[in-house]
Antibody
């Protein structure tokens, strides 16, 4: 069964750091693009970052310079390092995947259930 | 970045009604558009891809159309299980973007 399972969320103070993980099963993360999408409480979906099969990475303007996406092929796992966290980063963070070597020429057809990040003092 | 604008933001309709949601892109995205359904507390679910292709297992009352900058999602006969928020998403660029969402309610 194709599955994505996120972990690593929690309550963190402003300015703090957190690392989210997304473990894949049923497929190989290096064969697909892997992406993070977040949803603030009561708000819509916001794309955060993407890691393409070819190794290319991209970020939304709102997180560029603070968040870092990475992939461990040996663990078949995607990561998102969150630094310099702000209250506006509070959200459910979803991991998703789709087909695409160096561009996203396909939709996000597999989604995890999400992990919640709360930034508050 | 490509901006995606959905309308309406909220829609109230009766069971059995035909429902249409519109999505506009700030520049041409060819047919690189997907529609997702999200129910409260759940992850989004892919309904339509490549603007008009129905994802496997999705009821045939859902359909998509359009190309370039104008797209629509149609539910031919609204069912109680369709109550959710719907999002369009472009995947024409290296930085995907979502529309603001359309919440569908039962009248």
């Amino acid at each position: 069964e194709v599955q994505l399972v996120e972990s690593g969320g929690g309550l963190i103070q402003p300015g703090g750091s957190l690392r989210l993980s997304c473990a894949a099963s049923g497929f190989t993360v290096s064969d697909n693009y892997m992406t993070w999408v977040r949803q603030a409480p009561g708000k819509g979906l916001e794309w955060v970052s993407i890691f393409y099969s070819c190794g290319g990475t991209y970020y939304a303007d709102s997180v560029r310079g603070r968040f870092t996406i990475s992939r461990d092929n040996s663990k078949n796992t995607l990561y998102l390092q969150l630094n310099s966290l702000r209250a506006e980063d509070t959200a459910v963070y979803y991991c998703a995947s789709g087909e695409g070597y160096c561009s996203s020429t396909s939709p996000m057809d597999v989604w995890g259930k999400g992990t919640t990040v709360t930034v508050s003092s | 970045d490509i901006e995606m604008t959905q309308s309406p933001s909220t829609l109230s309709a009766s069971v059995g009604d035909r429902v249409t949601i519109t999505c506009r892109a700030s520049q041409s995205i060819s047919s690189w558009l997907a529609w997702y359904q999200q129910k409260p507390g759940k992850a989004p679910k892919l309904l339509i891809y490549d603007a008009s292709s129905l994802e496997s297992g999705v009821p045939s009352r859902f359909s998509g159309s359009g190309s370039g900058t104008e797209f629509t999602l149609t539910i031919s006969s609204l069912q109680p299980d369709d109550i959710a928020t719907f999002y369009c998403q472009q995947y024409n660029s290296n930085s995907p973007t979502f529309g603001g969402g359309t919440k569908v309610e039962i009248k």
